[in-house]
């Protein structure tokens, strides 16, 4: 049986609401696990995927100094933004450095604000980068869902997360049948 798991960083629930997305269209063609961070350590040792995603935070991969400052974003009334129920002190950087699963095939994807990746950068790109130096296989290029300047995700962004997940879920079960 082929093992999907989705793991994910979320700070205002747009990250995981588009890990929620992925896991779905990937169900749609194999099972899957969605974890958020927390929970990352009980990967299963036997996994054909893993899929893992986080907010692009100055450029990159969350760090505890840009945690904190969205723990300060989401206490300010003017901002309207509510930190996630997934929201952790520890983020996706620090357990891949920490505690990384066994090598296998891997995706990446992360949330950033609508605006030209040069400006941006990447959490998706950072998260593949390290994942390729840990010796894990690459099945996709990393994908960006798209927030607006309120954090807002844009409309469009679930259904394309889906469409994402299930295209993922279906590059394994072809590769795996040729």
């Known amino acids: 049986a ?23 269209g990937v169900d749609s063609v194999l099972p899957s696990l969605l974890m958020p961070i ?3 350590h009980r990967i299963p040792s036997e996994l054909d995927v893993l899929i893992v995603g986080g907010p692009t935070h100055a450029h990159s991969m969350s760090r505890p100094e840009s ?3 969205a723990v300060n974003w989401a206490s300010s009334e ?4 509510e930190l996630d129920e997934a929201w952790r002190e520890t983020g996706i950087r620090e357990w891949l450095r920490d505690t990384p699963p066994a090598p296998c095939r891997f995706a ?6 609508d605006m030209p990746r040069l400006f941006t950068g990447s959490a998706a790109t950072a998260i593949a980068r390290r994942l390729d130096k840990l010796g894990f296989d690459r099945l996709s290029e ?5 927030v607006d300047h309120r954090s807002r995700l844009e409309p469009g962004e679930v259904e394309r997360a889906r469409a994402w ?9 072809r590769d795996d049948a040729a």
Do not use: C
């Open 38 to 40: 927390a929970e990352a």
């Open 165 to 173: 997940g299930a295209d993922l879920a279906g590059r394994l079960t």
């Open 142 to 146: 990393p994908m960006s869902f798209l």
């Open 108 to 113: 990446s994807f992360d949330t950033r604000v």
């Open 67 to 69: 945690r904190k400052e």
């Open 2 to 24: 082929q093992r999907a798991v989705i793991v994910y960083e979320s700070m205002f629930g747009n990250t995981r609401r588009i890990a929620e997305a992925i896991a779905e």
């Open 78 to 81: 003017r901002l309207h933004l």
